[in-house]
């Protein structure tokens, strides 16, 4: 898959399995393993909160993606060649603790967009259904397999996929381990965007997050908070963190400049104010 880079794009290293690259209003997280199919190891563990952090506190990005590197696949799972000692449950209880690591998305102010080609499997679903959207390539194959190997989903799969797809999907696909390609993933709803051609996908979801990074920032991030917190709240809670939202965004410049411009039949220049 050709990954071109534009002529704005800057690019930074985070670690040996993590890259940064900045295009604007728009910056890419990028899994770096690919002779491995960006497989999940201590590197892409520590560099994805690194890099989410960094991100999240840039005033000049708007939105974030997240893809993984090479023609194979987002990201195939668990690395399973990174051995470890025999381990007891308790060991095994804290040493994931410490590691929770795709949680660092649920505190990400920003809409994070999962970019999926070829492979989606264990983590890197998990990893795919932390984001906000998922979009995807039309090689994308996307599957929970653990039940297979004597374990369950250990980031979050077996939490986020019933909030995603419903429970009734959710259980049929963690008891069986069954592959989706991105036409029976939509249908569910595990994605909501498919590229048109799989050497599309980048291009296709810089174009669909720069939409996105077009809007009123605040009003973006709001909206975002509170559609999150509605898997969370009670109704009545959530309808009044949406009513301190809206009143907050009321008087504000963004909130303005986007009547005048109405009025005035031009595009909007949003600030964040």
Known sequence: MDFHDPDDLSTSVVNAAVTIEREGLLAWVVLTRSAQINAINDDIRQGVPQALRALDADPAVRVIAIRGDGARGFCAGADIKEKRGPET???VRRRMQ???WIEAIDTVQKPVIAAVHGYCMGGGLELALACDIRFAAPDAVFSLPETALGLIPGGGGTQRL??????GRAMDLLLTGERLDARAARDIGLVTRMASESGAL???VRAFALRIAARAPAATLSVKRAARSA?????RQGLDLELDLF??????DDAREAALAFSEKRPPQFTGR
């Open 231 to 235: 898997l969370d709240l009670e109704l």
């Open 202 to 204: 980048v291009e296709e």
């Open 89 to 91: 449950a308790v060991e």
């Open 98 to 100: 410490g590691a929770r």
């Open 247 to 252: 009143a907050m965004l009321k008087p504000s």
């Open 162 to 167: 019933a909030r995603v797809v419903g429970p």
